[in-house]
């Protein structure tokens, strides 16, 4: 997996990025989850936890 940014904006000399994790398929395909699926994050820890709505 990787996690990837892109400036979105820049409003006032402050840029603000958008993130995405890219996941590989044969996960995507264990779980799935099918593209436009909403999905809900929680920080335990020190970990991102991705479940389906």
Known sequence: MRLQ???SREY???KY???WVVIPSN???KLGWKTGQELEGEVK???LVIERD
């Open 27 to 29: 996960l995507i395909e």
């Open 5 to 7: 940014s892109q400036i």
């Open 17 to 19: 990025e958008k993130f």
């Open 45 to 47: 820890g020190d970990k």
């Open 12 to 14: 006032k000399g402050t």
